[in-house]
């Protein structure tokens, strides 16, 4: 990693990192920032790689770096800020812009994290150089990653579609109708019991919620049920009871339905009549799709890179595709009378702050239906600083080609997989801000 001299300095790795160790390191503050021996960083630090990361040095010269959206500081370089290709001799992951090297370079030189050190002569710096460099140069295989690999697991995939012709068991005027949700378990496992949301008076809800069910051994069953929410605008009972901690117990039953493995499996929505229903003259029936997937539930929760390593290095024909969560998006606003009054028609605009932590200079934004590229994010002025809520400018490459008012949407373009399936093919959605999988890989 020393051969790869970016615009952060020489780098190499470190098997005794001062700060926090383990693979799959998480950004949280290290011992020496919590005990005084890193200064926090000024407000007009500069940004590293335009991003929440700033590059820091303690009193004796020792560089580590500042999350300025979580308030973590950490030795090891931040996972964003590699380049994949210092390990890899056959460049395989050029088309990826994902960063994976801290991921791969603990794999291969069998260490724990990646830290910058000073470069002074050092003598470990100098043998990373000699070792992993000529290896890259000559073509030579790297060493080869012993650890066991993580293959996909069969895991079942519950969504929960619908009911109909449910009983009515609210009496309060003619409008007023049950509110319908339903929850999963297996059978003889009540912790793994799930629960859709509340459908406000409908007797024909529709809740589409879609869970895994991660403890399913095959010839198991599952118990649906269907409640009417008596008291949907209060928040659920926690009860001590382990069977019942997020479900109150003085909602109507609606109905029951199990279904055994002659049902579960088929990937088809299976409509049934509910086994047990008070009212005789209702024929209530729950639509529920079934089937079984290949996933990697253990990835959930852990750093993208990782996830990106350890597939790639179980299944390396596969196309792995790691996909940024979709911004929820957020609105133009201005805190300047004039460009309240006349909006914003040149190359920037004001948005909230927090809205700006996802975004980096060179990503893409969409504003009234144009496409525009980030040239830079400016800092806060004292007046903003003082603001109930902070607004910051963003300048775009590209002249704004219609006048943008405050109110008007505007969200970060994401990545977007192709659509359909591919059973060559894995997607990964993670949080930009924490780097984190948030939902469980699957293949197709």
């Known amino acids: 990693a020393a051969r790869e001299e970016a615009a952060y300095g020489r780098h190499s790795v470190s098997s005794a990192a001062p700060a926090h160790s ?68 056959k460049h395989r992951y050029k088309k990826n812009d994902l960063i994976k090297m801290p991921g791969s370079a603990r794999a291969i030189c069998h260490v724990d994290c990646v830290t910058e050190l000073p470069f002074r002569g050092n003598a470990l710096v100098q043998e990373l150089e000699t070792e992993v460099g000529s290896a890259i140069d000559e073509g030579r295989e790297l060493p080869e990653d012993t650890t066991p690999k993580i293959y996909a697991e069969q895991i079942l995939k519950v969504t929960i579609v619908g009911a109909k012709e449910l009983r009515d068991t609210d009496f309060v005027g003619a409008k007023d109708k049950s509110d319908p949700y339903a929850t999963c378990e297996i059978v003889g496992k009540p912790h793994t019991k799930f629960r859709t949301a509340t459908i406000q008076d409908s007797l024909d809800p529709i809740w589409n919620h879609t869970q895994y069910v991660l403890e399913y051994q095959e010839g198991e069953k599952l118990l649906f049920k269907v409640f009417d929410d008596d008291q949907p605008a209060q928040p659920m009972v926690r009860r001590k009871s382990a069977t019942d901690a997020f479900f109150s117990t003085d909602d109507d039953l609606l109905g029951v339905l199990e279904l055994g493995p002659e049902h579960i499996g088929k990937g088809i929505v299976e409509e049934a009549m509910f086994d047990e229903n008070d009212d005789d003259d209702v024929d209530s029936m729950l639509n529920v799709e079934m089937h079984f997937e290949m996933g990697f539930p253990s990835f959930k929760g852990g750093l993208v890179t990782d996830a990106i390593y350890e597939i790639e290095r179980a299944y390396p024909d596969f196309e792995v595709i790691a996909c940024e969560l979709p911004d929820p998006g957020s609105v133009v606003v201005s805190f300047d009378n004039n460009f309240k009054q006349f909006g914003y028609q040149t190359n920037f605009c004001g948005v909230f702050a927090d809205a700006t932590e996802i975004l980096r200079v060179g990503c893409k934004v969409e504003i009234a239906g144009q496409r525009l590229t980030v040239a830079n994010i400016a800092d806060l002025t004292p007046e903003q600083e003082r603001a109930p809520r902070k607004i910051r400018y963003v300048y775009f490459e590209e002249m704004l080609k219609a006048t943008v008012r405050d109110g008007t949407p505007w969200k970060k373009v994401t990545r977007e997989p192709a659509p359909g399936t591919n059973p060559n093919r ?8 924490t780097q984190c999988v948030t939902e469980i890989p699957v293949i197709g």
């Not at 894995?426 to 801000?433: E, F, N, R, T």
């Open 22 to 89: 383990g693979d799959r390191a998480a950004m949280v503050a290290s011992p020496a920032h919590a005990a005084g021996r890193m200064s926090t960083p000024p407000t007009d630090a500069p940004s590293v790689h335009e991003d929440v990361w700033t590059r820091e040095e303690t009193d004796d010269g020792r560089v580590y770096y500042y999350n300025k959206a979580t308030g973590a500081s950490q030795w090891h370089t931040p996972n964003e800020l590699y380049t994949s290709r210092a390990f890899d001799a």
């Open 426 to 433: 894995v997607i990964i959605w993670y949080d930009y801000l």
